[in-house]
């Protein structure tokens, strides 16, 4: 077969430009070298997808595409396989093809042998024109940036147009505690149904940033006998035409001995410890084991492979910044902030918060949804904690919190990034954890403080690949 000039000259402009950019410092090429590999040769990605023959892997879903990529990630390489992963969470089209250019040579041949790629619920479909994958993961589907994202049922649409267009060998890995995933897959072949039967860590009722409260088919409104977050539970519509499907795995028992620890029985048998915390994470947790399942590695190796985790960017991630120990925990929708305050609340007994809010393109310029959020928690909290609020909507913040009734003698505002973090640090007890929780672009601000620290490395300096 004669050479692809096309495709080696995309690969080869696609590294160029990853070396300018970090030369420059305009960034971690994260997303340039996909942006000019596909302006040389459109089909690029798909090519270089091609030379895969493990195959790929897709994430999707509202929260979670990250961590749940890179638990699949890790289990895959410690069960030997030359895996690529766009690590750096850039999960757009432009994203996804500039981790595999940084995989390829030079010929634009891979040198993994599978790729796992988180990818935005609102480019899957592209994706999955693209990559053929073998296994698509879908997580959950929440409220999100409506300014861009439109109404949620808008992007359910999407996603189970996405899902039809799957080969017919492809495995469905869904979440079907979520009412609005099990109506976009619940017909489809290849569905690999996941839950949670566990009564561990139940919410009383629906929150108020649960979404899905009506039958996606007839309108009635859903009875919900357990809430495990959001609208993700065991559900029935009185009418009897949908019901909850019972999980092909499902998780029995939750242990969470601390923040970042958990200990999952699952259907099956087996039991899967990871270093994520946090019932949020369980499904990740639970949904990566699934995936893996799917790919042939038996569970006593999944499960091990799990184990062997250690939290990204931002998700849970430690940092020890101007002297004290903080957790980062990234959250950028209602149902994501009520699982975080949750977690840091029940399982690390907070008492000392970083909340950093902004409005940038990547975390959507309306930010009403601060109203939503179940920020009452902190004023209910047995451990009174205090608060910097932070980021470009930090005033916006501050007066959701007076309404949410903490004192606002517990409350500072600071927008310099690194101001609020020298604060925080100084904030309540210094020899205990002090909890950062950050927007998506606040917590880039955030990190590029600890990185001129010392205190953490760029988010994009892990490899995408396994050397060959």
């Known amino acids: 077969m004669s050479p692809d000039l096309r495709l080696r000259s995309a690969v080869l402009a696609g590294k ?17 070298p996909g942006d000019v590999a596909l302006a040389v040769d459109p089909r690029a990605l798909g090519k270089l997808a091609a030379g895969l023959p493990g195959g790929v892997v897709l994430v999707t879903g509202t929260n979670g595409k990250t961590t749940t990529a890179g638990l699949i990630t890790t289990a895959l390489r410690s069960n030997g396989e030359q895996v690529l992963n766009n690590s750096s969470g850039a999960n757009l089209l432009f994203g996804l093809c500039a981790a595999a250019v940084a995989d390829a040579d030079g010929a634009g041949r891979m040198r993994s042998r599978l790729a796992v790629f988180e990818v935005d619920e609102l480019w899957l479909e592209q994706a999955v024109a693209e990559l053929r994958p073998r296994v698509v993961v879908l997580l959950n589907l929440l409220r999100d940036q409506l300014d861009r994202s439109g109404e949620l049922e808008t992007t359910a649409a999407q996603v189970g147009r996405a899902l ?9 890995v869904a979440n079907v505690d979520d009412p609005l995933v099990t109506a976009q897959c619940l017909d489809l072949p290849g569905l690999v149904p996941v839950g949670i039967d566990a009564d561990d860590f139940l919410l009383p009722g629906l929150p108020h940033a649960a979404d899905a ?3 996606p088919r007839c309108g009635t409104a859903l009875l919900f006998e357990r809430v495990v977050l959001a609208h993700c539970g065991t559900y029935a519509c009185p009418t009897g035409d949908f019901v909850r499907p019972q999980p092909a795995t499902a998780v029995t028992a939750i242990g969470a001995p601390a923040i970042d620890a958990l200990r999952l029985q699952l259907s099956d048998g087996a039991v ?16 990566a084991y699934a995936a893996v399942r799917a790919l042939g590695i038996d569970p006593t190796r999944a499960a091990a492979g799990i184990g062997g985790f250690r939290p990204r960017f931002g998700r849970q991630e430690r940092l020890r910044l101007f002297g004290r120990e903080m957790r980062f925990l990234l959250a950028k929708n209602p149902a994501g902030f009520d699982e975080v305050l949750r977690t840091a609340d029940e399982l690390g007994d907070a008492a000392a ?3 950093a809010i902004n409005d940038r393109i990547a975390d959507g310029r309306d930010v009403s949804w601060l109203w939503d959020v179940d920020f009452e928690r902190l004023a209910r909290s047995r451990r009174r904690p205090k608060v910097v609020a932070a980021g470009s909507r930090a005033h916006d913040l501050a007066v959701r919190l007076k309404y949410a009734g903490v004192d606002q003698q517990r409350v ?11 604060r925080l640090a100084t ?9 950062v929780v950050p927007t998506y672009t606040a917590m880039l601000e955030l990190r590029r403080v600890a990185e001129r620290s010392g205190a953490a490395s760029a988010f994009w300096s892990e490899p995408v690949g396994t050397p060959s």
């Open 16 to 32: 160029a430009a990853a070396t300018a950019s970090r030369m420059l410092r305009r960034g971690g090429g994260t997303t340039i």
């Open 164 to 172: 039809r267009r799957l080969p017919p060998h492809a495995a469905i």
């Open 213 to 215: 409260r009506a039958c």
């Open 272 to 287: 899967v410890s990871a270093a994520v915390g946090g019932v949020y994470n369980a499904y990740n947790v639970l949904a």
């Open 353 to 355: 918060y970083l909340i």
């Open 412 to 422: 500072t505002v600071e927008t310099d990034p690194e101001r609020a973090l020298r």
């Open 427 to 435: 904030t309540g007890d210094p020899a205990s954890e002090a909890v």
